[in-house]
């Protein structure tokens, strides 16, 4: 018993000194494989829908054919020549929270595509955004190069609530206002809320499920996915999650299991969800708790 104290004793202080001296490049592993799920789109992934490690990154994971665009998720490994090897912080930190490229390099000066959501990671606190850079900065080069896009229709990006209203540091010991943070960076809600004629409902609809995923839209996926329709998420008691417990919301984030039991496919990143903390998960759960009821 005794010696079992210690040793939770020895862990718990390991866990917090881990927190303490947590580097930049440590917040970034973790942000960038868990609720940011970059990968979900970057990675490759094998015939089961796994991500390849050995490929972290790498490009043309997810690749789309949609109305105003045609193209894969690019190689965002420091390789200089495929990756993003040779541009600087800045040029990285203003492709992922303005969807613009560098004005040298490949396709220099283009706008990044719709299905990058800067308009959600513009939410990123500053310190995120700087782990965030400092991490795709460690990972291994890998040579691979994607195909060209093709740009059908100029880009036109819808704003996020909460993503224009922003957060402080403040808002992290908030398990509600947390919980807002993390849903913003992982843009739970672009998938979750139905859009009608082109305009996603953030206002009167949030949460409320509907939006269809397509193989036909959508490649990189295992063969015969058939695609899914996103679920209502709001704190509605019979069409939401009102009735399910936190462990049940919990489960079905970070494992893929509804709650009765059906597991749960494509394109959410239960993959990379798995890796969240307790303390992310539950202000997930928190915050969706606050999501007004839609039927
Ligand atoms: C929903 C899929 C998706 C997710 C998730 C995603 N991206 Fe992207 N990203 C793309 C696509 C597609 C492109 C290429 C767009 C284009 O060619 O216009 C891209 C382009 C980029 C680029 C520009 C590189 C270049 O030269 O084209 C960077 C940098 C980038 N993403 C970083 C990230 C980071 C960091 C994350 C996680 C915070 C992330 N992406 C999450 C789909 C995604
Ligand atoms: C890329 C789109 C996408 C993103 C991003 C996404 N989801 Fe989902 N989510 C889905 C789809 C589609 C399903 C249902 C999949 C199925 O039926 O096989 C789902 C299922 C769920 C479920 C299970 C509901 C039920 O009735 O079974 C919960 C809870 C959920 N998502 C919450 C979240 C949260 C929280 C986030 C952000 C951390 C998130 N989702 C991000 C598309 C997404």
Not at 41 to 57: N, S, V
Not at 66 to 95: H, K, M, V, Y
Not at 220 to 229: C, E, F, I, K, L
Request: with cysteine.
């Amino acid at each position: 018993m005794r010696v079992r104290t210690l040793a939770a004793a020895i862990l718990v202080a390991a866990a917090s000194a881990h927190v303490a001296a947590e580097t930049p490049v440590e917040r970034g592993r973790y942000l960038v494989n868990t609720i940011l799920a970059c990968g979900n789109c970057h990675t490759p992934k094998d015939a089961e829908g796994r991500p390849l490690e050995a490929r972290e990154l790498a490009g043309g994971g997810l690749s789309f054919d949609l109305p105003f665009f045609a193209g894969a998720a690019s190689n965002i490994t420091p390789d200089r020549e495929t990756g993003i090897g040779s541009w600087t912080d800045e040029e990285i930190a203003r492709a992922i929270t303005q969807g613009l490229r560098p004005g040298h390099g490949r396709l220099p000066g283009t706008e990044l595509a719709v299905v990058m959501w800067v308009n959600f990671y513009k939410a990123l606190l500053p310190s995120d955004l700087a782990a965030v850079v400092a991490y795709l900065r460690s990972i291994p080069a890998v040579r691979n190069a994607v195909p060209q896009p093709v740009y059908r229709k100029p880009v036109r990006r819808e704003t996020y609530p909460d993503a224009e209203r922003g957060f402080t540091e403040a808002d992290l010991r908030d398990p509600v206002r947390r919980g807002a943070y993390l849903a913003t960076i992982g843009h739970c809600m672009e998938c979750h809320t139905p859009t009608v004629q082109g305009r996603t409902l953030y206002g009167e609809a949030l949460g409320k499920g509907g939006k269809a995923f397509l193989p036909s839209f959508v490649k990189g996926y295992p063969a015969g996915w058939q695609g899914s329709t996103s679920p209502n998420v709001t704190s509605h008691a019979t069409a939401g999650l009102g009735g399910w417990t936190d462990t049940e919301i919990a489960r079905a984030i970070t494992r893929g299991v509804s709650r009765d039991g059906r597991a749960l496919g494509p394109p959410m990143g239960y993959h990379w969800y798995a890796g969240l903390n307790a303390e992310d998960v539950a202000a997930l759960v928190a915050w969706l708790r606050t999501v007004p009821a839609r039927d």
